[in-house]
């Protein structure tokens, strides 16, 4: 059996809603992630919510409106998407262990930051450069619409950046900095052009091949508490605001020197 498994926080304005609308919501985002698994095939979706199994099996509610309709969109994707039935089952809070452990265990300090969009838009104007994809992104913190994802997303046009060519392409990317020379390579392996977010560390092994694919000088963005946001949880700061500078370059394989 081939498993696949995703995860992830709420928006500050998902938050708001009820619980049942939430479980169908993660329910939804689901079917999104896998569907194209899933075409042709009967559904089963085991929920630990007993309101949300009842609504998806009776295809609506009449106990609140905005369930009815959320309801109703899930079934009307299934039938734009070849699913021909979808079944909802109780399983127990207690039984629900690999959900349960995404939700409990997933840590957004370590992956969802994102840079200041202000900030980002700015230096985007001063490299005269519009970026088409995100490369590590999630529907959280994506900085564009067309994105590509670590794992399974509801909202991810691609899955794992460097699993796709990135040739023909205006990229940007914040990638995690244990990523950084690993990203520097792709760029000259695809040949693209590509804007990069990475921490001033000039001693940094991968730091002279930055500099030579450069297209222009680097927009430097200093220590700043509004440097980096999460986007599930905007009041938390980064715990290294008061020490990290960022760089944003505009890269070229076709400036690497000789």
């Known amino acids: 059996m081939n498993k696949k498994s995703t995860g992830g926080m ?4 998902e938050s708001e809603h009820q619980i049942n609308y939430l479980e169908l919501l993660a329910a939804f985002f689901a079917l999104r992630c896998f569907h194209s698994s899933l075409s042709g095939k009967h559904l089963k979706i085991m929920i630990d919510n007993t309101s949300a199994v009842f609504q998806i099996n009776n295809m609506g509610t009449c106990h609140s409106e905005e369930c009815n309709s959320f309801v109703v969109h899930i079934w009307e994707f299934c039938i734009s998407h070849n699913i021909p039935w979808l079944t909802a089952a109780h399983i127990p809070g207690s039984s629900n262990v690999i959900a349960d452990g995404e939700s409990r265990h997933f840590h957004s300090q370590d992956t969802e930051w994102m840079l200041n969009s202000e900030l980002l838009t700015g230096a985007l104007r001063t490299f005269n450069f519009q970026p088409e994809t995100d490369l590590f992104a999630s529907r959280l913190n994506k ?3 067309v994105f590509c994802s670590f794992r399974a997303d509801p909202e991810a046009s691609f899955i794992n950046a460097f699993t796709i060519s990135w040739a023909n392409k205006k ?3 914040f990638p995690p900095f244990s990523c950084i020379l690993q990203v520097l390579q792709k760029i000259i392996q695809d040949q693209t ?5 990475v921490p001033d560390w000039p001693t940094q092994a991968w730091y002279p091949l930055l500099t030579s694919l450069r297209i222009l000088p680097p927009v430097k963005l200093y220590p700043s508490k509004n440097l980096l946001r999460l986007p599930a949880t905007p009041e938390t700061v980064h ?3 008061k020490n990290i500078s960022l760089l944003i370059y505009l890269l070229s394989s076709n400036n690497l020197q000789d």
């Not at 709420?10 to 304005?13: C, D, F, V």
């Not at 052009?193 to 977010?197: A, D, P, R």
């Open 143 to 145: 900085q564009l619409p």
């Open 239 to 241: 715990p290294l605001h």
């Open 171 to 173: 990229l940007y990317c």
């Open 10 to 13: 709420w928006l500050p304005t």
């Open 193 to 197: 052009t590509c804007v990069v977010v």
